[in-house]
């Protein structure tokens, strides 16, 4: 998800209620899972997999701007997700900047951390662009927090660290998806397999 649709990023969940989450991606010490479907219709279905998703994951929960990732999945959920660990070095950091700093490949994204490109795609019907994008931010995600570590949402201080990530195969019911375990996930996921 990407906050360049317009919204100003007050952390008012309301904000975002016009926006509508067609692909959920999480990467942990386990796996790599997006989730996603290819028509509005099936929105509520995603929506209730996220829901048992997030309920069964071991916290905390890291995001590249968690104000936004809350108030989406706030929307979207109808329940606030408490994001404890916040990767912006400081609010209203650009992802595109920290990949720079921290001279983070872009791990194949097609639209070069324009998440409104993201949109665009899977509105047209370029569900493999909107996916590798998707892929993309959740490994420039987990590049920020193995090499500069986390913050708490509310302070400034940076703290260290987590272990790397070995990552799975999923699918379940209409919604596709991928989960990946694998001991060398940058070699894997980058040869990702069409799973359409």
């Not at 290819?38 to 995001?63: G, Q, V």
């Not at 986390?150 to 989960?179: C, M, S």
Request: with cysteine; proline share 4%; glycine share 6%.
């Amino acid at each position: 998800m990407s906050s360049t649709d317009g919204t100003r990023n007050t952390g008012d969940w309301r904000e975002y209620e016009g926006i509508q989450q067609v692909i959920f991606g999480l990467i942990n010490s386990q796996y790599l899972q997006i989730l996603w479907v290819k028509k509005k219709e099936e929105i509520s279905e995603l929506n209730d997999r996220i829901s048992s998703i997030i309920d069964n994951l071991e916290k905390p929960f890291y995001a590249f701007n968690t104000s936004f990732e809350k108030c989406v999945l706030t929307c979207q959920l109808g329940r606030s997700i408490a994001f404890e660990c916040e990767l912006q070095a400081e609010k209203f950091e650009a992802k595109y900047s920290a990949v720079r700093e921290l001279r983070i490949p872009a791990h194949g994204d097609p639209f070069n951390d324009k998440g409104l490109l993201c949109m665009y795609a899977w509105q047209a019907g370029e569900f493999d662009k909107a996916i590798a994008h998707n892929r993309a931010c959740l490994m420039k995600e987990r590049d920020i927090l193995l090499r500069r570590g986390y913050r708490k949402p509310d302070g400034l201080a940076l703290f260290t660290n987590r272990e790397k990530y070995p990552l799975i195969p999923l699918r379940k019911r209409g919604i596709k998806g991928y989960q990946f375990i694998n001991p060398n996930i940058i070699d894997f996921l980058d040869n990702l397999p069409d799973c359409s």
